[in-house]
């Protein structure tokens, strides 16, 4: 059986690592869902733009390999560019993600969900409620996916966007990290992945693809505690390895 995670958020969960700075992962037991079928992982594993690279779900679902040696699947869902309030249940990317996860329960176990989202919400009057508008997105995802006992891992945002020259906001940067550190702590089964230390892309926008590596595995750190779902859970189609599905 697949174990699958759903990736969402924003162009930091996509990916920009640079592709020529890309290291090996094992992808003979990692999979990529494209059209509803897992397929071996290929890089890059989100296609929202021409120019997606490295993304940090690759070292995640090695590391999750290594812990428990089973299949992993990853669900790209992310999109660049977005705004929280895009997020929403009911708004495109959201029902999205359900879809494209719906689809992925037909042959796989979901086993967490990994967010990484807040540089679209670096405004004042954005940053002061950033925590009571994800809440209600961890919610209806557990709900409408009927995962109301899978993790939700919320990863910081990068200390370089003090750095960054494409827009002054984004210096506000360290209030939205206060915000998913709340969430996490009110939110059942939820976890704060920190970005401290973490650098960037010539940019001072995007993680580099060494420090893509690294939040990965701290994203497999905080879901490790957790372990995989324990009743082994039945998927809606057979249980054919991925395989003998592909």
């Known amino acids: 059986m697949i174990y699958s995670f759903l990736l969402i958020g924003q162009s930091n969960m996509a990916g920009r690592g640079f592709l020529p700075e890309a290291t090996d992962v094992n992808t003979k037991s990692l999979y990529v869902l494209r059209n509803g079928r897992f397929h071996h992982l290929f890089r890059p594993v989100h296609n929202d733009r021409s120019f997606s690279g ?4 690759e070292r995640f679902a090695e590391r999750v ?11 790209p869902c ?4 977005t705004a929280l309030s895009q997020w929403q249940e009911g708004e495109i990317l959201f029902e999205n993600a359900v879809y494209q996860a719906t689809l992925a329960k037909r042959t796989s ?26 809440i209600p997105v961890i919610r209806a995802l557990r709900r409408r996916l009927d995962l109301p006992d899978v993790p939700f891992l919320v990863g910081g ?12 906001l984004l210096k506000n940067y360290a209030h939205v990290n206060e915000a998913l550190k709340k969430t996490a702590q009110s939110e059942p089964l939820c976890a704060y992945v920190s970005a401290e230390g973490l650098t960037s892309n010539p940019d001072f926008l995007h993680f580099n693809a060494r420090s893509l590596y690294t939040f990965g595995e ?16 039945a998927v809606e189609a057979d249980e054919k390895s991925a395989m003998e599905r592909l």
């Open 218 to 233: 701290r994203y497999a750190d905080a879901f490790l505690p957790f372990g995989l779902p324990k009743d082994g859970g």
């Open 54 to 57: 490295v993304c940090l779900g």
């Open 65 to 75: 390999f290594e812990a428990y040696g089973v299949e992993v699947g990853l669900i």
């Open 78 to 81: 992310a999109d660049g560019g």
């Open 157 to 168: 945002l990068g200390d370089f966007l003090a750095d960054c020259p494409h827009s002054e």
């Open 109 to 134: 176990r979901i086993a967490g969900i990994l967010w990484h989202q807040g540089e679209g919400d670096c405004a004042p009057e954005l940053y002061a409620t950033y925590k009571e508008r994800l």
